[in-house]
Structure formats: C-alpha cells, structure tokens
C-alpha cells in the first residue's frame, strides 16, 4: 500500500510553468508505476501522464507532449509534474495515483492522492 500526497498547484497565467509534485508513504513506492490525471468540473477525468517504476519510461497524452515532463526520485519517494507553456484551462484538480504498469484507464489505479488545484487564466 502507498499513500499519496499531491502539492504545487495553484493561479498561474497562460505560457508560465508550474510544477507538481507527489510524495509517497511506503518503501514499495519504487514498484509502482506514478500516472497523473486533472479533471475539471463536469468533465470526465483525463489522463496526463505516467511513469514507470524505475522511471525509464514515461508516455503522455497529446494534449501536453512536448509541454509537460514526468520525472521521479525514488530517494526522495517523489514524483514530479514539470508543466511548461500551461494553456488556458477551466480549474482543475489533479491528482496522482500509482498502478503496476503504465495505463491510461483511471480504472487501472489503485492508490490516488487527494489532488490539488491548477487553475490557468489567460
């Protein structure tokens, strides 16, 4: 089991960066591949990005690649959402989870965090 725990988010203007992160509880937090997902209110929730374990692989959506860099530091049990050129986007919470292998189904997650708000204005 791991617990999750997200910071970082906040107002930023659009074309500014911001950065994530997700700490984690729990010595097995190397097994697990970290994904994040946003969602907004009265959307359905999106898929960001994921990591594996070992932090060797890494895949995104299209709606950031390119913009948005996962990276991870299983020193410090921390994942990192590195989000660059931030368009606008209605407020959002997002939230990391952690999973055997890298999916983009939200299904596929065991363990999630409470989230935090990204709210980008134009």
Same mark, same amino acid.
């Given at each position: 089991q791991v617990q999750l725990v997200e910071s970082g988010g906040g107002l $930023?203007?659009?074309?500014? !960066?911001l950065r994530l992160s997700c700490a984690a509880a729990g010595r097995t937090f190397r097994h697990y591949? @970290?994904? +994040?997902f946003r969602r907004a209110p009265g959307k359905e929730r999106e898929w960001v990005a994921a990591i594996t374990g070992s932090g060797s692989s890494t %895949? %995104? &959506? %299209? &709606?950031?690649?390119?913009?948005?860099?996962? &990276?991870? %530091?299983?020193?410090?049990f921390t994942v990192?959402?590195? @989000?660059? !050129?931030?368009?606008? +986007?209605?407020?959002? $919470? =997002? !939230?990391?989870?952690? &999973?055997s292998r890298? =999916?983009?189904? =939200?299904?596929? =997650?065991?363990y999630w965090g409470q989230g935090t708000q990204v709210t980008v204005s134009s």
């Open positions: $930023v203007q659009a074309g500014n !960066s591949t @970290m994904g +994040w %895949d %995104d &959506s %299209d &709606s950031v690649k390119g913009r948005f860099t996962l &990276s991870r %530091d299983n020193a410090k990192y959402l590195q @989000m660059n !050129s931030l368009k606008p +986007w209605a407020p959002a $919470v =997002y !939230s990391c989870a952690a &999973s890298i =999916y983009r189904d =939200y299904r596929q =997650y065991n």
